[in-house]
T-cell receptor, first 112, second 114 residues
Framework: GDSVTQMEGPVTLSEEAFLTINCTYT??????LFWYVQYPGEGLQLLLK?????DKGSNKGFEATYRKETTSFHLEKGSVQVSDSAVYFC???????????FGTGTRLQVTL | EPEVTQTPSHQVTQMGQEVILRCVPI?????FYWYRQILGQKVEFLVS????????KSEIFDDQFSVERPDGSNFTLKIRSTKLEDSAMYFC????????????FGEGSRLTVL
């Protein structure tokens, strides 16, 4: 079945550091890939998405590129801020199915 | 900005009791979902709902669970007889349309079963 594997957290970085959160997937067919973010006390929000191979999703300085050859969708940001502290979830869905399959989430803590 | 709202934010219940979690999806959305996350584990799909019926459900969604859209705005998840292992954060989501549409999630309802 479909699955998503994320790097273990928590990830602790200093402000302005470079961020990478790894995500790999296993899926039948050609999935769409997503990153969701959950800020403290809030719900899951879509951060970015990519629907086909080599697409790059980007939002709020975050980027992720759909790599079919490595089945990966790593999240990156060049310079993190304290306000980026949150839990980040990688997710996929396949075909016309509406169900999202999530990874375990990676907690990011950014300090001054 | 429209949002999905969930109540209660936290509920504590005794094992064997019935629990109803409530969600108000975004008003023009037609597809509704429940997910849950047991502490430290993955966010898991429970059920999707469209046109007043379940469109897909996971193995987790057994006879103890039911969903309902009792009126034009609410979408509820009922757990008939709670078990300790039902303790989790339950997320409601809605979308329109589902195949390419973004799922909008609520803030979650934390259920603690004692």
């Amino acid at each position: 079945g479909d699955s998503v594997t994320q790097m273990e957290g928590p990830v602790t970085l200093s402000e302005e550091a470079f961020l990478t959160i790894n995500c790999t997937y296993t899926a039948t067919g050609y999935p769409s890939l997503f990153w969701y973010v959950q800020y403290p006390g809030e719900g899951l929000q879509l951060l970015l998405k990519a629907t086909k191979a080599d697409d790059k999703g980007s939002n709020k300085g975050f980027e992720a590129t759909y790599r079919k050859e490595t089945t990966s969708f790593h999240l990156e940001k060049g310079s993190v801020q304290v306000s980026d502290s949150a839990v980040y979830f990688c997710a996929l869905k396949t075909g016309t199915a509406s169900k999202l399959t999530f990874g375990t989430g990676t907690r990011l803590q950014v300090t001054l | 900005e429209p949002e999905v709202t969930q109540t209660p934010s936290h509920q504590v219940t005794q094992m064997g009791q019935e629990v109803i979690l409530r969600c108000v999806p975004i008003s023009n959305h037609l597809y509704f979902y429940w997910y849950r996350q047991i502490l430290g584990q993955k966010v898991e799909f429970l059920v999707s709902f469209y046109n007043n019926e379940i469109s897909e459900k996971s193995e987790i969604f057994d006879d103890q669970f039911s969903v309902e859209r009792p009126d034009g705005s609410n979408f509820t998840l009922k757990i008939r007889s709670t078990k300790l292992e039902d303790s989790a954060m339950y997320f409601c989501a809605s979308s329109d349309p589902p195949s390419g549409g973004e799922l909008f999630f609520g803030e979650g309802s934390r259920l603690t079963v004692l």
